[in-house]
């Protein structure tokens, strides 16, 4: 079955322990954490995390799109993400490496994520010691760009790779997801979508994320 992560990037921020009470049919909740550095533009970090930790138990897949993350990977690991994703773009591959050991030594998942402009070929030496694997579909740093089609080949690359060495590394998808794309992102091997504005501005959240799933036309 196809895993939904909503955005909360895309939540009343006001009201957001009601926000996500609304989404809680979903599979994980997608935070998304930005320093204006490696993307143009500046989002929420721990002390929010920490909030959301406290008040659900949804698994909390946090997406640092952040310079050099091997520096906070472990302190968002420690502040309640279940799952935390950052991107091969912004370290060196020794620190890499080195982020990816740190997460998985506190007992959790870990996950690469790639921009559109980086080939599905770089992540494969990663797909052993990763859980996750993060195609960008749109530029990240916004919510509510055009999903990019032409990236739909770096999921079936991904996909017959992990199928063809028997691994467990989920694929995720992220940007541009709507019921019409997320039913490309099904058929080229994606388990898990990330859809922010789809969701969090549908008059039946539960609905949407069923349909997102493949459950409802």
């Known amino acids: 079955m196809t895993k939904i992560a909503p955005s909360i990037l895309s939540a009343d921020f006001t009201r957001l322990g009601q926000e996500i009470r609304t989404i809680e049919t979903a599979d994980y909740l997608h935070f998304d954490v930005m320093d204006g550095v490696f993307v143009p533009n500046i989002s929420i970090g721990i002390p929010v995390l920490e909030s959301v930790r406290k008040i659900t138990e949804m698994t909390l897949d946090v997406h640092l799109m952040i310079e050099r993350p091997h520096r906070f990977a472990e302190r968002f690991a420690d502040a309640g993400a279940d799952l935390v994703v950052f991107h091969l773009e912004a370290d060196e591959a020794a620190d890499v490496r080195k982020a990816i050991d740190a997460v998985h030594g506190r007992g959790k998942r870990v996950g690469l994520a790639i921009k559109p402009a980086t080939s599905a070929e770089k992540l494969l030496p990663y797909l052993g010691r990763i859980d996750l694997a993060l195609v960008m579909t749109v530029e990240p740093g916004f919510g509510g760009q055009r999903f990019m089609e032409g990236m739909l080949p770096k999921v079936e690359r991904l996909r017959k790779a992990i199928d063809a060495e028997g691994l467990q ?17 099904r058929t080229a091997g994606a388990d898990v979508l990330v859809a922010g504005s789809d969701v969090f501005r549908a008059a039946d959240r539960a609905a949407r994320i069923a349909q997102l799933r493949g459950e409802l036309s």
């Open 169 to 185: 590394c989920e694929i995720e998808v992220d940007g541009g997801v709507n019921p019409e794309t997320a039913r490309l992102c």
